[in-house]
Nanobody
Framework: QVQLVESGGGLVQPGGSLRLSCAVS????????MGWYRQATEKQRELVAR???????DYADSVKGRFTISRDNAKDTVYLQMNSLKPEDTAVYYC?????????WGQGTQVTVSS
């Protein structure tokens, strides 16, 4: 079956960096658009960044210039490089694979930005 496994979350001080990874198995990774979403406590899940199968990207305004999404089709993995982290970036980060009406989610990884 299709599995998305996130890693790389943790506790970081404001201004610090983290790199999240999402390894995909059980499907043809390269044909999917991949996205990173996040959900903070008592808030709705929101799109953070997305990368198409051809490599086009878009970002939430709140992370533009700080976060970078990338993908390695040889490794079936999508990454989210997060720099200049802020306390408001604290959330559970989820990986998503989407194609037409089909979508898959990972289990999430916690990112906490705090001094």
């Amino acid at each position: 079956q299709v599995q998305l496994v996130e890693s790389g979350g943790g506790l970081v001080q404001p201004g610090g960096s983290l790199r999240l990874s999402c390894a995909v198995s059980g499907t043809r990774f390269s044909i999917y658009a991949m996205g990173w979403y996040r959900q903070a406590t008592e808030k709705q899940r929101e799109l953070v960044a997305r990368i198409g199968s051809a490599g086009s990207t878009d970002y939430a305004d709140s992370v533009k210039g700080r976060f970078t999404i990338s993908r390695d089709n040889a490794k079936d993995t999508v990454y989210l490089q997060m720099n200049s982290l802020k306390p408001e970036d604290t959330a559970v980060y989820y990986c998503n694979a989407a194609r037409a009406s089909i979508g898959f989610w990972g289990q999430g990884t916690q990112v906490t930005v705090s001094s």
